[in-house]
């Protein structure tokens, strides 16, 4: 990774895991407190895939609140995105992909998709997972 002197950490997410995806996850500051089980269980966890669309979808908003920013629009207030993680495996070869559904109402189309191009540029979450695993977006 670049750093530089000009580079500023924002924030550190800490968490502790036991167990893999049978086990539990605590953040530090005790905000996050999860049992995780395996997809598909009928036990009362959640999985990693969850937590990654979960914050990859709130990340998301954000970079498009910034994105609409820059031409002053405003988002709407019921802006959502339902992001799907997908746990894929071919011959025991394990790998993610995923889909951003992005839902702007009463935005224009055309003006919708360059929000989502410009935040799909920026997120971090975008970023971290361009050219590693298959992404796409869609417009509700």
């Known amino acids: 990774m670049n750093t530089s002197t000009q580079d500023a950490v924002l924030y550190t997410g800490k968490t502790h895991t036991t167990g893999g995806r049978d086990g539990y ?13 395996p997809p598909g269980s009928n036990r009362a966890g959640t999985n990693p895939e969850q937590l990654f669309a979960a914050g990859w979808s709130a990340c998301f908003i954000g970079a498009m609140h910034i994105a609409a920013g820059k031409t002053n629009i405003k988002l709407p207030a019921d802006t959502a995105v339902d992001a ?31 929000i989502v191009d410009a935040a799909h540029q920026t997120c971090p979450y975008s970023k971290a997972t361009r050219g590693n695993i298959d992404v796409v977006l869609s417009i509700a």
């Not at 996850?25 to 089980?37: A, K, N, T, V, Y």
């Not at 894929?88 to 360059?114: K, M, Q």
Request: charged residues 30%; contains cysteine.
């Open 25 to 37: 996850s605590q953040s530090s500051d005790g905000r996050l407190d999860i049992r995780l089980d």
């Open 84 to 114: 799907e993680v997908d746990l894929c495996s071919i011959d025991g070869a394990y790998f993610l992909r995923a889909r951003l559904n992005v839902s702007l109402p009463g935005i224009e189309r055309d003006t919708a998709l360059a």
